[in-house]
């Protein structure tokens, strides 16, 4: 069964720093790319960042650049997202996700974790 766990979530001042993870389980994702959505009751899911198993090809959501940072740790099959510089508009439930499409969108993720909600105060 594949599974993608979340965790790291929770709430935090405006300015500072969260670290999120994803731990990734029940099959191979190494041909796999890996990212990070959000949503906001209400919106739309959106995509924060996504990177390769190998570490390259990282991609950002334009607000969070220089402040969101993506890694994989293949040994251990875990994603993360060090969020710093958290911002009240930063506030949502976090997705992790993984896709075997080129390109990490919402319409080609093959498969979500439940999220984990951040929540950062004024």
């Known amino acids: 069964q594949v599974q993608l766990v979340e965790s790291g979530g929770g709430l935090v001042q405006a300015g500072g720093s969260l670290r999120l993870s994803c731990a990734a389980s029940g099959r191979t994702f190494s041909n796999y790319r890996m990212g990070w959505f959000r949503q906001v009751p209400g919106k739309e899911r959106e995509f924060v960042a996504a990177?390769?198993?190998?570490?390259?090809?990282?991609k950002y959501l334009d607000s969070v650049k220089g402040r969101f940072a993506i890694s994989s740790d293949n040994a251990k099959n875990t994603v993360y997202l060090q969020m710093n510089s958290l911002k009240p508009e930063d506030t949502a439930v976090y997705y992790c996700a993984a896709g075997s499409a080129y390109y990490l969108l919402e319409g080609t993720v093959d498969y979500w974790g439940k999220g984990t909600l951040v929540t950062v105060s004024p």
């Open positions: 990177i390769n198993w190998n570490g390259g090809r990282v």
